[in-house]
Structure formats: C-alpha cells, structure tokens
C-alpha cells in the first residue's frame, strides 16, 4: 500500500498522542514530582531540569527509537545475541509490569484517592493479616480495593482495538482538565515561599533530579508503549514503516509537551509546600495537604479523580503492552496474558507502596543506564562500522558501572564489596551522584566508531 494514502484522521492522530500521553501519566509521575520539588526549594530549576530529561526527554527520544527500529524493543535488541536480547525484553516487561509499575498504580489509588475519601478505610485497615512465612503485614481493606482496581484493569485492556476510543478520547481529556485546574490555583496561589534545599539537593541538585526521574520508569514505557502503539496503527490501517515512524513521533510530542506541563506545575507545587507540608516521607502526602489547604473538602474529590484517572489509565497501558509481548513469545493468548496479570498484579500489591519503591530503586540504578544506552546505540546503529560489536561493548560496559551504583544503593555490609565501592568512588566520576555508568558508557560510544569494520561474508 502507498505510504501517502496511509493516514491518519487529525481525530485519531490527536487521540493516538493522548493515549501515549495517558499510558506515562501514572502513578510515579504524580507522587514524585512534588516531594523532588520541596527537597529542591530554592534549586528548584536546577532539580526540575534534570527531572525532565529522564523523565520527559529521555521518553520522547525512546518512542522516536522505536519508530526508528520499526519494531520495537525486540528489533532494537537484534544486535545483541538472540538469547540476551529476549532475555532483557522479558526482564524488562516484569519489572514495567507487574513487579513494580503496575501494581504501584493500584496502591497509589488507593492511598492517595480511596483512603482520603472514605476515612473508614483507615479505620478497616486495622484488621489486617499476617503471614508470617514472608513477614507480611496486609491490609484487608487494600486486598479488596487493589483487588477491584485490577478487576477494572482487566475490562480495559481486554480489547486492544479500542484502546484509542477508551483512553485518548475520554480519560485523558478528563484527567488533563483536572491537572490544568490544579496548575493554575498553584500558580495564582502558591502556598508559600521557596525553602532552603535539603541534602543533596544543595550541592547536585541537577543529578539528583536526573536519578530522580528514574522513578517514573518512563524510558522503560516508552519502549513497551511503542509496540502497542505499532499494533493499533496497523489496526487503523497504518502499516508502513516510514507512515508508523511519523505517527508515533507526533505521538511523543504530544505526550512529552503534556507530561512536561504535569512535572513543571507539580515541581513548582511542591517547591512551594514546605509551609504547610514539611517533612512529608513521599509526594503524595505533599500533593494532598496543597490540595487540601487550597479547595478544601471539594479539592479532595478533584485530587482523587486525578489520582484514579491517572493509575487507571496508566495500569491499562502496562497490562496490555505485558500481554500483547507474552502472548508473542507463549502458546497463551493475549487475553490469557491480561487475566494472568492482572491477577499477579493484585497479589504483589499488597506488599505496600513504601516497600515496592523501596524495592524499585536498586532496580532501577541497574537498569535505567541500558535503557539509555540501548535508545542512544538506536540513533547511532546507521553509523557504526561494526554494529554488533558496538553493541556488546557499550552495553556490557553500561551494565557493569551501574550494577555498582545498583550495589551502593543496597549497603552491603559484605567487606570485598564495600573495598570495590572504595575504589568506585575514587576513580569513577559521578559515582556519589549515583551515575558512575555515565562518563564509562559515553567512553565506549566514542569507542565503537574506532572498530573495525564488519567483514563482509566471502563469496561462494
């Protein structure tokens, strides 16, 4: 079919951008910004603008990867050994799915939208259930609420062809409405004045504002995301790869100009909350006491309809991209795979939200630099004079420096290890702000031009 008459409606080419948009604005996006924002009071910009290059520029430029590689994660891994490449694929949808971002979207609706609202879930919470092989304490209340949230997951991803109907039509919308609402009474009346940066935040704010959009894992979407979004234009007749390279790029615009608007209005809110939230241990608790202190009772209805949009829609994107992926490398179906994971989902959440992002963040450290590392070989490949080769040194280098950041992160008490992290921070730059793979990585995509190139095969 001509490229040129594979096109999309102006309708469907903004619903397609609001659904990306709606698949990265989660849980993550809401919860952290803000706590970033009061820990970087008067470094506030500096903090934001390394926020925003994980968190925003990083995700725009892994969707353009993606359209790049016309396949996905599994055709931006072809040069890496076959075994490895689906190997990081699949660790890379668990950890997306449903180890840690999805079932984070369940317990953020839960704290932050059903808690506040009906304070007798708090009072419920009290009969709890121990499990004393694991050392679990669950909540009784959460297990039904996760449990339902999930079941609603379920109904949305069911069908991936809808997708666009659902999601960029309807819950976007709502749920942009609600934060530009929001934006505007912090800008008319910010609820104090910007406080002196805490930590770390006074003398690298800008680093701990990259590490901190780690957190939001929205590289690692970007890279699921693009597939899904790959099958929905076809399923809108969109089929060749230079018309699904330009979609998918307008697609990212769209959702990096809205998730740009969301994180500089949620930085400035919490730069501004040390007045009436000080102290708070995660952003939430910041995002609910402004809310609370600038509409009262009716500001908690708003601040709990974006929380559930928010999750919801962002749970929706996660199930489906995890099962769309299963459903390729197993006998199972997709719907199967939904039905599997959703379930899965509503189990680990009940491990409670402080203990999953504490769980995330070695996690996180050791990954996030392939992420970033696997997007920038992507941009490069055409140039390389040995492609595989590239490809090998510059991820094992990325992946050796931020296992050592991944360690730090856990302080071992185990003596060769802490004389390895010895010698880490007096020979690795960068390695006190958690981005010891930095300097190293970019080294070997310098490097890789120097190769020689890749023979060609002998002839017959």
């Known amino acids: 079919m001509n490229d040129v008459n594979q096109r999309l ?45 994980t968190a925003v520029g990083l995700p725009l430029l892994s969707i353009i990867a993606v359209a ?13 050994p076959k075994g490895t490449g689906v190997f990081a694929a699949v660790l890379l949808f668990i950890i997306i799915g449903p180890a840690f971002a999805a079932p984070r979207t369940g317990l953020v609706a839960y704290e ?56 960029g039509k309807f819950l976007t919308p709502i749920l942009f409405i609600l934060l530009i609402c929001l934006a505007i009474a912090v800008i008319v009346s910010p609820q104090g004045d910007l406080a002196a940066p805490v930590a770390e935040y006074k003398e690298m704010p800008f680093s701990k504002g990259f590490i901190g959009g780690y957190s939001t894992m929205d590289t690692f979407a970007a890279l699921m995301f693009g597939m899904l979004l790959v099958d929905v234009l076809k399923g809108k007749g969109v089929t060749s790869p230079q018309a699904c390279a ?24 919490g730069a501004t909350s040390s007045t009436i939230a000080l102290g708070a241990d995660n952003g939430g608790v910041v995002l609910a006491a402004y809310v609370q202190a600038l509409f009262g009772e009716p500001g908690q209805w708003i601040l709990s309809c974006v929380v559930l949009l928010a999750c919801l829609t962002t749970a929706v994107g996660l199930v489906s991209a995890c099962a769309d992926y299963f ?16 379930i899965i989902c509503a189990v680990v959440a009940n491990v409670g939200l402080s203990r999953l992002i504490a769980l995330s963040i070695p996690v996180l450290l050791a990954l996030y630099p392939l992420a970033i590392a696997l997007v920038a070989l992507t941009f490069l490949r055409q140039w390389l004079p040995n492609p595989k080769l590239g490809y090998r040194l510059v991820m094992s280098v990325a992946l050796l420096c931020s296992l050592l950041d991944a360690v730090r992160s856990i302080n071992l008490d185990n003596v060769k290890v802490q004389k390895v992290l010895e010698w880490q921070s007096a020979n690795m730059p960068l390695s006190a702000e958690g981005m010891a793979w930095a300097l190293p990585t970019a080294v070997a995509l310098v490097l890789v031009f120097l190769l020689p190139k890749k023979s060609a095969p002998a002839a017959s």
């Open 9 to 53: 409606s102006t309708a469907d080419t903004i619903g397609l951008g609001l659904m990306t948009f709606a698949f990265f604005l989660g849980a993550g996006n809401i919860i952290f910004p803000p706590l970033e924002g009061q820990h970087a009071g008067t470094n506030v910009i500096y903090a934001m603008s390394g926020f925003l290059l």
């Open 68 to 80: 790049r590689a016309g396949g996905g994660l599994p055709a931006m891994t072809n040069d890496l």
């Open 112 to 167: 932050m939208a059903i808690k506040p609202l009906f304070p007798m879930t708090a009072a419920l919470s009290e009969h709890s259930i121990y499990i004393s092989p694991l050392n679990l304490q669950l909540d009784a209340t959460q297990m039904w609420v996760t449990a339902l949230f999930f079941a609603i997951t379920l109904l949305f991803s069911w069908s991936r062809g809808k997708l666009i109907g659902y999601i």
């Open 246 to 269: 330009r979609y998918l790029t307008i697609a990212g615009l769209i959702a990096a100009a809205g998730l740009a608007f969301v994180y500089i209005s949620l930085f400035w809110l």
């Open 327 to 342: 459903s390729t490398l197993t006998p199972l179906r997709y719907r199967s795979w939904v039905i599997l994971l959703c």
